[in-house]
């Protein structure tokens, strides 16, 4: 399968805990992206690497959260002290490395469902 | 800055008759944009893109958008409604940067 991998699909932890989710982008896609969306909305935004440099970041990427993505090639999520608002659905999504990736669109994976309960 | 306003939250048509989902984007530049259809526990799947070529795009699965810049609109449409359809489905602009700007979504109702 050539698609973008996300795991775990669910992950529920208790408020407080640490929790990290796994992304493997399509392999010759060199940019990879890290988007939220909670129920009724759509995505939002939370960052951006190229290879394996982090080239952006969100307002919404609070302290409590931190992305890699070490060797250019899969990507981990890490949320510590997690709080009931963080559940949501964490979607990775990989793109062609072309100039503009608005030429091209994003390849998004299924997601990692979080429940902080 | 860049943003899409989805008209309506829930659109229901009758299987067999045309679908239209209503999309509005704000850009400085000259926008990118795209349809998102994303079914229950899937992915979100690209239906099309326009890239400011042709105003008429055609996707996947018959549906097709039309790109109004007098009118800053997106539309999204299809002649006729499959069961397999009902989905929920997101407008999303991008200008010449990284990120994609969606829409809250439009959930699509098929009814047999």
Known sequence: ???????????????????????????EHNRLYWYRQTLGQGPEFLT????????????????????????????????????????AMYLCASSHPGTFVANYGYTFGSGTRLTVV | AQS??????????????PVLLRCNYSSSYSPSLFWYVQHPNKGLQ????????????????GFEAEFKKSETSFHLTKPS????????????VSD??????FGTGTSLTVIP
């Open chain 1, 1 to 27: 399968d050539t698609g973008v991998s996300q795991n775990p699909r669910h992950k529920i932890t208790k408020r407080g805990q640490n929790v990290t989710f796994r992304c493997d982008p399509i392999s």
């Open chain 1, 48 to 87: 951006y690497f190229q290879n394996e440099a982090q080239l952006e970041k969100s307002r919404l990427l609070s302290d409590r959260f931190s992305a890699e993505r070490p060797k250019g090639s899969f990507s981990t999520l890490e949320i510590q002290r997690t709080e009931q608002g963080d559940s």
């Open chain 2, 4 to 17: 899409v306003t989805q008209l309506d939250s829930h659109v229901s048509v009758s299987e067999g008759t």
């Open chain 2, 46 to 61: 690209l239906l099309l893109k326009y890239t400011s070529a042709a105003t008429l795009v055609k996707g996947i699965n």
């Open chain 2, 81 to 92: 409604a499959h069961m397999s359809d009902a989905a929920e489905y997101f407008c999303v």
């Open chain 2, 96 to 101: 010449l940067g990284n990120q994609f700007y």
